[in-house]
T-cell receptor, first 114, second 114 residues
């Protein structure tokens, strides 16, 4: 079945460092891909998404490109801030019924030190 | 602008007790779902609903019941709580189940079963 694999954490970076969180997926069709972020004590919120191959999603300085050839959707940010400390989830979504639900990776915890 | 509201935020149950986790959304979304979040496991789908009166099982439905009598509400019932149900529970809603539509999440309910 469809699945999402993302790099294990935790990831600890210094402020202004470059961030990459790897995400790869397995899917029979062409799903949409998402990055959700969970700040401490809160629910998940959408960070960015891409709905077809070669689409780039971007928000708050984060970017991810839907790569069909490598089945990847890696999250990047050029200069992280302490306020980016959170858990990041890569997810995919397909059509209808149970497939209309998100399938999540296990999450990557990011800590940014001043 | 409430979005998705979950109650309670925290709950401690004894083994064998029953309880209902409440979820309400004010966005007139047809599609609602329940996930549980466990360390190192990401989020896993428990049950979902594509509209009032229609529910179906997700990946980990055992020990949980749901019903959907209105568009707004989607309660999750634990019939006889077990320590394995200690988790953080998230309710989510989206306007449709197509692949382009983002899901909105509640703040979560942290449940401990002793």
């Amino acid at each position: 079945g469809d699945s999402v694999t993302q790099m294990e954490g935790p990831v600890t970076l210094s402020e202004e460092a470059f961030l990459t969180i790897n995400c790869t997926y397995t899917a029979t069709g062409y799903p949409s891909l998402f990055w959700y972020v969970q700040y401490p004590g809160e629910g998940l919120q959408l960070l960015l998404k891409a709905t077809k191959a070669d689409d780039k999603g971007s928000n708050k300085g984060f970017e991810a490109t839907y790569r069909k050839e490598t089945t990847s959707f890696h999250l990047e940010k050029g200069s992280v801030q302490v306020s980016d400390s959170a858990v990041y989830f890569c997810a995919l979504k397909w059509y209808g019924g149970s497939q209309g639900n998100l399938i999540f990776g296990k999450g990557t915890k990011l800590s940014v030190k001043p | 602008n409430a979005g998705v509201t979950q109650t309670p935020k925290f709950q401690v149950l004894k083994t064998g007790q029953s309880m209902t986790l409440q979820c309400a959304q004010d966005m007139n979304h047809e599609y609602m779902s329940w996930y549980r979040q466990d360390p190192g496991m990401g989020l896993r789908l428990i049950h979902y609903s594509v509209g009032a009166g229609i529910t179906d099982q997700g990946e980990v439905p055992n020990g949980y019941n749901v019903s959907r009598s209105t568009t707004e509400d989607f309660p999750l019932r634990l019939l006889s709580a077990a320590p394995s149900q200690t988790s953080v529970y998230f309710c989510a809603s989206s306007s449709t189940d197509d692949k382009w539509t983002e899901a909105f999440f509640g703040q979560g309910t942290r449940l401990t079963v002793v």
